[in-house]
C-alpha cells in the first residue's frame, strides 16, 4: 500500500517543473513565468504553473523566436543532460517543418525590418511630428 502511494506522488509532476527537467527554459522561475504570460498551451488553452501534465498530452511552447508543438511522452521531475531530456517529448511533424521554415526566413533576412542605422535628425523630426499628430 505505502508503495503504491509513493508511486502515484511520484507520477505527480507540476508542467513548470517538467519543463524546466525538458530544457525548455533555463530554471523553473522562467517556465513558471512564461506559463503564466501565456507563452505555454496545454491543450490548446493556457494554464496554471501547477497544472499536472499526463503522457500522450499536447503543449504549444514559445521560446525566443520558435514555436513548438510537443507531445508529452515521459514525465520527470529532474533536470539531466540534453539526450536524456529530449526522450521526455516528441515534436509533431507539422511544427518541425513550420520552425525551420521560420528559421530559414530569419536566415535570408525576409522577417524584420532593417535600417540604415540610426534616424538622421530630419528623420527624428518628422518621426516626432507624426506621433504627436495623433
Not at 10 to 29: G, H, I, P, Q, S
Not at 56 to 65: A, N, S, V
Amino acid at each position: 500500500m505505502a508503495q503504491k502511494h509513493k508511486q502515484e506522488e511520484e507520477e505527480k509532476v507540476r508542467l513548470d517543473k517538467w519543463l524546466w527537467a525538458a530544457r525548455f527554459y533555463k530554471t523553473r522561475a522562467l517556465a513558471k513565468e512564461a506559463i503564466e504570460s501565456g507563452k505555454v498551451h496545454y491543450r490548446g488553452e493556457r494554464c496554471k504553473p501547477g497544472k499536472e501534465p499526463h503522457v500522450g498530452d499536447e503543449l504549444q511552447i514559445r521560446t525566443g523566436f520558435d514555436e513548438r508543438s510537443v507531445i508529452i511522452e515521459a514525465l520527470s521531475i529532474v533536470r539531466r543532460g540534453a539526450p536524456e531530456a529530449q526522450t521526455l517529448y516528441r515534436e509533431t511533424e507539422q511544427s518541425q517543418a513550420k520552425r525551420e521554415a521560420a528559421a530559414a526566413m530569419r536566415k535570408a533576412g525576409a522577417l524584420g525590418v532593417t535600417t540604415d542605422g540610426k534616424p538622421s535628425k530630419k528623420q527624428r523630426r518628422q518621426l516626432f511630428s507624426f506621433r504627436s499628430a495623433d
